[in-house]
């Protein structure tokens, strides 16, 4: 009955290969979000969709593709990758449509976090 | 860009102690939240104050928040073993339809037996 799952918990690839990172919550949530937590654990957003349409998108290359095909999962691909994507990558969702607005009080519940490994 | 900067970066007290974390952030937000963070694990959520309170408890956690000198404290009282952990603040600076959390760097807490 995990809230929010992910798939793999790690990743081990080399330079320049192709791979994909699934997202599902069983939360009935409508906003799922994508973060990266690099090695000094700085944690950054990358991605939100709410309700399947993409809502956040920072400035992140464009090898980084997310897709949602349902509002309860988020998937995350990746092409071509490079030594700097190694990081734990992880998922999060928001119940309120609302969140982001000055009446917010939305709160994330995350993923155990995906370790990649770039080699 | 990162909005918040915490401190200290690492914590190290006794098990009973009072531990204060403190979080600083650059613009204006329309909350403030802490998150835990249990090595090799995803964050939970511990805590949200909005930008219009000053100060929030919730068991042995207090959180005050200072919008004049934007800035955020988080104290745990009575610390234990198993409050040990990094511990983010995180702004959220959302558009309608998204919260945008944009987080700290984290203080490593060190609760020792």
């Known amino acids: 009955d995990t809230a929010v799952s992910q798939t793999p918990k790690y990743l081990v690839t080399q330079m320049g290969n192709d791979k994909s990172i699934k997202c599902e919550q069983n939360l009935g949530h409508d906003t799922m979000y994508w973060y990266k937590q690099d090695s000094k654990k700085f944690l950054k957003i990358m991605f939100s969709y709410n309700n399947k349409e993409l809502i956040i998108n920072e400035t992140v290359p464009n090898r980084f593709s997310p897709k949602s095909p349902d509002k309860a999962h988020l998937n995350l691909h990746i092409n071509s990758l490079e030594l700097g994507d190694s990081a734990v990558y992880f998922c999060?969702?928001?119940?309120?449509?609302?969140?982001?607005?000055?009446?917010?009080?939305?709160?994330?519940?995350f993923g155990p976090g995906t370790r990649l490994t770039v080699l | 860009s990162q909005q918040g900067e915490e401190d200290p970066q690492a914590l190290s007290i006794q098990e009973g102690e009072n531990a204060t974390m403190n979080c600083s952030y650059k613009t204006s937000i329309n909350n403030l939240q802490w998150y835990r963070q249990n090595s090799g694990r995803g964050l939970v959520h511990l805590i949200l104050i909005r930008s219009n309170e000053r100060e929030k408890h919730s068991g042995r956690l207090r959180v005050t928040l200072d919008t004049s000198k934007k800035s955020s404290s988080l104290l745990i009282t009575a610390s234990r073993a198993a409050d040990t952990a990094s511990y983010f603040c995180a702004t959220d600076e959302g558009i309608q339809g998204a919260q945008k959390l944009v987080f700290g760097q984290g203080t490593r807490l060190t609760i020792n037996p």
């Open positions: 999060a969702s928001s119940q309120e449509v609302l969140a982001g607005g000055p009446a917010s009080t939305d709160t994330q519940y």
